[in-house]
């Protein structure tokens, strides 16, 4: 019982006055910011992070709470409304979603989606209260090897697993451990790759790196394509209440979607999207109106978006036990804690439990908030939706600005942000996957250092990654995940000889 | 989408990214031989680097394998008048700040700019919503995140 000992500790943190008030900020800010179209919960994060920069850590990190499930939420309004999904774990949602709303039932669809979200967020943080633990105490006993295989298992499952295309996959996240390796190297100070520019010694900045794929990338890919395909708001027509017909579609749905987002989102697997089509298509075959679906099924939403909440939670099991970042948002959330001192992982369980359970206490918090504070607001955030696409990109641009010049201000640091930017728009535009780059660009060095700590101990001897039971098991595991795909590929091919 | 590259022979995107990506290696892999500091146990901060560079050339190479096969997917033709006003806008930023223009100037110029990029045709209005952005965004972190953005002659009459 010492879980519910702890959370009840984290609600006292949780419920300080100051605490709710900057939940309740970040829940708002979390929903404007990714109410926007192309704007997904990682950009959001990103470009709030220096918004949070001057609070104390635990005001700061329960603020990161609410915007994390804020993005997420208002991410899904725009996949509903605009038929825009942000990032592809709102693909499903707006399969369904969206033509709901075109057939006038835009209401009903964002409050299955935001109740359902919320019933999901709900389980999958008890979920990760009373995982963490059990996994802390597991983690204590990994050694440097078994991390190392750990963030090779991460490696592999977010670049190659997923995707159109493992190669393009590993070239991001190559390219990401390439700038990761850039700076003043930790163990013996070597500077690495700085070619003598003196700003370059601490690093590439992950919110500099990501803020320019993400959001001047963004700009860039949408300015280039803009007379293509004008985006349209479906407005919302009818009530905005669920009946009870629509309860009765929805709640199954939900468990279903929690139920594969949860343990999926908790798997050093990497993403969303596997989570909420496998929930789209469970949904479809379960559904007593199939016909429905394609046309406006209400568990098309309901499913795939509790998916989509319980994987976020359960994404933040690895981050908080481990300190292992499997999506770009988690890798984001990272760099808000390293910004602190503060490096999630077992140690943190120990050292600073007030705060490791007032966040996840805030995460209870901020998914009420989201409820009752979004029902009624939907129509506030339907006319951010309305903002002409000029202003809007210019000011994410203004924004993206403003956040790097706060962390850093140097013309470099904004180069930086620029080539990134420019980076970010080539990767979209040949469909190259940016989030493995942002992981690989924070999960690269930590990589290393635990390679070289379990080196040190083993006295240079590479055959303890393969000794130790654990480590070798995932090197297998990481080895299958980056096989698999190429050799299902050559078996396809073979097939269609063989026709 | 159809892919109508493969019969030009190769597919040239793909190299391109092919030979970007061995000279990457190549940077990743001098620098790494120009290091004088050694480590004493397992091993030093060169041996990540050669890593990385074997792992960039695997993937260089296996890109010109790409490139005479299905090659990358061959994407829409770009707007470049749009992306070379956004493009602009932003340089104009990083000279602005580096040669101590200021903060407010620049974000006037990066959101006329980009509106501009993106369709709209009315340079000087948005220069000046542009320019009240800024200046707001300045004061507000100047006051009250006592944080200073880059100042230059506009913004030091506000301190």
């Known amino acids: 019982m010492d879980t519910l000992l702890s959370l009840l500790n984290g609600f006292g943190v949780a419920f300080e006055p100051a605490k709710l008030m ?83 039932r835009g209401g009903p669809a964002l409050a299955t989606s935001a109740i359902g979200s919320f019933v999901a967020g709900l389980i999958a943080t008890i979920g990760l209260a009373f995982l963490a633990p059990l996994l802390v105490e597991l983690a204590v006993k990994f050694g440097p090897w078994d991390y190392f295989a750990l963030m090779i298992v991460a490696f592999v499952t977010v670049s190659a697993t ?40 601490n690093g590439v900045e992950v919110t500099t790196l990501a803020v320019g794929l993400f959001a001047v990338g963004e700009a860039f890919y949408v300015a280039s394509k803009r007379a293509r395909d004008p985006e349209e708001i479906i407005p919302i027509k009818g009530s905005l209440w669920m009946t009870k017909e629509d309860w009765k579609r929805s709640w199954a749905p939900w468990l279903r979607g929690t139920a594969f987002g949860f343990p999926i989102g908790a798997l050093p697997a990497g993403g969303a999207e596997v989570p909420t089509f496998l929930s789209y298509s469970t949904e479809r075959k379960l559904c007593k109106y199939p016909e429905e679906f394609g046309k406006g099924a209400i568990e098309g939403v309901a499913g795939p978006e509790a998916a989509n909440n319980a994987s976020a939670a359960g994404t933040l099991v690895p981050l908080l036990t ?28 120990a050292e600073k439990p ?76 040949y469909d ?22 379990a080196l040190q101990i083993s006295l240079g001897d590479p055959m303890i990654l393969l000794e130790n039971p654990i480590s070798a098991t995932l090197l297998g595991i990481a080895f299958i995940a980056l096989v698999a795909p190429f050799v299902m590929k050559g078996l396809n091919r073979f097939k269609a000889a063989e026709d | 989408m159809t892919n109508d590259t493969r019969t030009q022979g190769a597919n040239k995107p793909a190299l391109v990214v092919g030979v970007l990506l061995l000279i990457v290696a190549v940077l990743v892999g001098y620098d790494a031989s120009q290091q004088t500091i050694t480590s004493t146990y397992g ?63 620049a974000i006037a110029v990066v959101f006329a700019c980009t509106a501009r990029g993106m369709g709209r045709q009315a340079l000087a209005i948005d220069a000046a919503i542009g320019f009240m952005l800024g200046l707001i965004i300045f004061l507000v972190f100047a006051k009250l995140l006592t944080l200073i953005l880059p100042s230059g002659p506009l913004e030091r009459l506000f301190l």
């Not at chain 1, 470009?47 to 990190?61: E, H, M, R």
């Not at chain 2, 074997?54 to 010109?64: A, E, K, W, Y």
Request: aromatic residues 10%; proline residues 7%.
């Open chain 1, 22 to 104: 900057f939940c309740l900020i970040g829940v708002f800010l979390g929903t404007a910011v990714g109410v926007l179209p192309g704007i997904g919960p990682a950009l959001t994060v990103a470009l709030l992070l220096p918004v949070t920069f001057k609070l104390d850590p635990a005001g700061s990190l329960i603020m990161f709470a609410g915007i994390y499930y804020g993005g997420m939420y208002g991410g899904s309004t725009t996949a509903i409304l605009l038929n825009a999904p942000g990032e592809s774990a709102s693909l499903a949602t707006a399969l369904e979603g969206s033509k709901m709303a075109k057939a006038g």
């Open chain 1, 162 to 201: 997923f995707g159109d295309s493992p190669l393009r996959g590993l070239t991001s996240l190559f390219l990401g451990i390439a700038l990761g390796l850039i700076g003043i190297d930790k163990l013996t100070g070597q500077a690495r790759l700085t070619f003598g520019v003196p700003e370059l010694l």
């Open chain 1, 322 to 349: 481990l300190g292992l970042p499997t999506s770009a948002t988690a890798a984001i959330m990272l760099a808000g804690f390293q910004q602190y001192g503060l490096n999630p992982g077992p140690l943190l369980f």
């Open chain 1, 354 to 429: 007030d705060l490791v359970w007032g966040l996840i206490a805030s995460l209870f918090v901020a998914n009420v908030m989201l409820v009752i504070l979004n029902l009624p607001l939907i129509g506030l955030w339907v006319r951010l939706l309305a903002i002409p696409q000029p202003w809007l990109y210019a000011g994410i641009l203004v924004f993206a600005t403003m956040g790097t010049l706060a962390v850093n201000s140097s013309p470099v640091e904004l180069g930086m942000l620029f080539a990134f930017g420019f980076l970010g728009y080539l990767m979209r535009r």
């Open chain 1, 432 to 453: 190259y996957p940016v989030a493995p780059m942002v992981v690989g660009l924070i999960l690269g060095p930590m990589a290393e250092a635990q390679l070289r700590r």
């Open chain 2, 43 to 105: 091993i030093g901060p060169t041996a990540m680097p050669y890593v990385v560079a074997v792992g960039l050339v695997i993937l260089g190479l296996s890109h010109f394998v790409v490139a005479f096969r299905e090659g990358l997917p061959q994407p829409d033709e770009a707007d470049n008048p749009a992306l070379l006003w956004i493009a602009g806008g932003l340089i104009f930023l990083i000279a602005c700040i580096g040669l101590g223009g200021g903060f407010i100037i």
